[in-house]
């Protein structure tokens, strides 16, 4: 048990390891790196179940027992299960947990042939994200780019290190019925609340809401999301229009739901904007 629980912990520390170098775009344990030490540790876990390794204080093993066989067939399942995330497959069962498709060597499958590719030119500014859709990272130009197509803005407060963020956008925007909406109904804005990269001198300043400085950009998204929403939430999602205003006046924002739920609140807003 205690051999089982160091793996196992082992595995959880590449994960917080993976956290901190996304939160500070180091890009050291990209994608495929991180899938490849996680096969080797978990493989190397099946090995020792089905008793090919032993550590010096085991007790000697005569037999496997049919639940140490059943638990070795099961981590060796999830071995392999891992291994075609190499080359770009999402990995639904798991994918909140290793780091996004998009933080990787081949982002858009190798040979850039992956469901995530976008052909054409990306407007300024703009970004593919998951599933291929038009993302923009900076506020101005995202709000510039939809005053230009006359499309509504979601905000999508999100973080490089958040489970549940990456739950939503590989369960939920890639399901038929709310990607052509995000893909062609509005204009996606993804501002990151860890985004550790220092803000310029002269745009530092001393939250109102909070009385926190507000040193970084991910500072700067945080206080925008509570001094305006009253939350921090995340993933925090809100439809508005052209000027800032919430589109869904009456749930103004959203975040972990259902498929359904959030179709709902999509073609609400939508709806509202077009009136």
Same mark, same amino acid.
């Given at each position: 048990?205690?051999?089982?629980?160091?793996?196992?912990?082992?595995?959880?520390?590449?994960?917080?390891?993976?956290?901190?170098?996304?939160?500070?775009?180091?890009?050291?344990?990209?994608?495929?790196?991180?899938?490849? /030490?996680? /096969?080797?540790?978990?493989? +190397?876990?099946?090995?020792?179940?089905?008793? !090919?390794? +032993?550590? #010096?204080?085991?007790?000697?093993?005569?037999?496997?027992?049919?639940?140490?066989?059943?638990?070795?067939?099961?981590?060796?399942?999830? +071995? %392999?299960?891992?291994? #075609?995330?190499?080359?770009?497959?999402?990995? !639904?069962?798991?994918?909140?947990?290793?780091?996004?498709?998009?933080?990787?060597?081949?982002?858009?499958?190798?040979?850039?042939?992956?469901?995530?590719?976008? +052909?054409? %030119?990306?407007?300024?500014?703009? *970004?593919?994200? #998951?599933?291929?859709?038009? @993302?923009?990272?900076?506020?101005?130009?995202?709000?510039?780019?939809?005053?230009?197509?006359? !499309?509504? /803005?979601?905000?999508?407060?999100?973080?490089?290190?958040?489970? =549940?963020?990456?739950?939503?956008?590989? =369960?939920?925007?890639?399901? #038929? !019925?709310?990607?052509?909406?995000?893909?062609?109904?509005? @204009?996606?804005?993804?501002?990151y609340v860890d985004d550790k990269r220092d803000l310029p001198k002269n745009q530092q300043f001393v939250s109102k809401t909070t009385g926190s400085e507000i040193e970084t950009v991910g500072d700067k998204w945080t206080d925008?999301?509570?001094? *305006?929403?009253?939350?921090n939430t995340q993933p925090l999602y809100v439809l508005t229009d052209l000027e800032g205003e919430s589109l869904n006046t009456a749930t103004p924002t959203i975040s972990y739901v259902s498929i359904d739920e959030y179709e709902?609140?999509?073609?609400?807003?939508?709806? =509202?904007?077009?009136?």
């Amino acid at each position: 048990v205690k051999v089982v629980l160091g793996f196992l912990e082992l595995a959880l520390a590449f994960k917080f390891l993976s956290n901190a170098d996304l939160v500070l775009q180091l890009h050291f344990l990209e994608r495929e790196v991180f899938l490849a /030490i996680w /096969i080797a540790i978990f493989g +190397t876990l099946a090995f020792y179940l089905f008793g !090919k390794i +032993t550590l #010096p204080h085991d007790s000697p093993l005569t037999h496997i027992s049919v639940g140490r066989l059943l638990f070795g067939l099961l981590v060796l399942s999830f +071995t %392999i299960y891992l291994i #075609p995330g190499l080359w770009g497959a999402p990995l !639904k069962l798991i994918n909140a947990f290793p780091p996004s498709i998009e933080y990787s060597e081949s982002p858009f499958g190798l040979g850039g042939s992956g469901r995530n590719a976008r +052909t054409g %030119i990306l407007p300024d500014g703009a *970004k593919s994200g #998951p599933h291929g859709i038009i @993302v923009f990272e900076d506020y101005n130009k995202g709000l510039a780019y939809a005053k230009s197509v006359n !499309k509504p /803005i979601m905000l999508d407060f999100t973080g490089y290190a958040c489970v =549940n963020c990456r739950k939503m956008e590989s =369960n939920v925007w890639s399901d #038929p !019925k709310i990607l052509p909406i995000l893909n062609n109904e509005v @204009v996606l804005i993804s501002l990151y609340v860890d985004d550790k990269r220092d803000l310029p001198k002269n745009q530092q300043f001393v939250s109102k809401t909070t009385g926190s400085e507000i040193e970084t950009v991910g500072d700067k998204w945080t206080d925008f999301m509570i001094s *305006k929403y009253k939350t921090n939430t995340q993933p925090l999602y809100v439809l508005t229009d052209l000027e800032g205003e919430s589109l869904n006046t009456a749930t103004p924002t959203i975040s972990y739901v259902s498929i359904d739920e959030y179709e709902t609140w999509l073609k609400n807003g939508v709806s =509202n904007f077009k009136k």
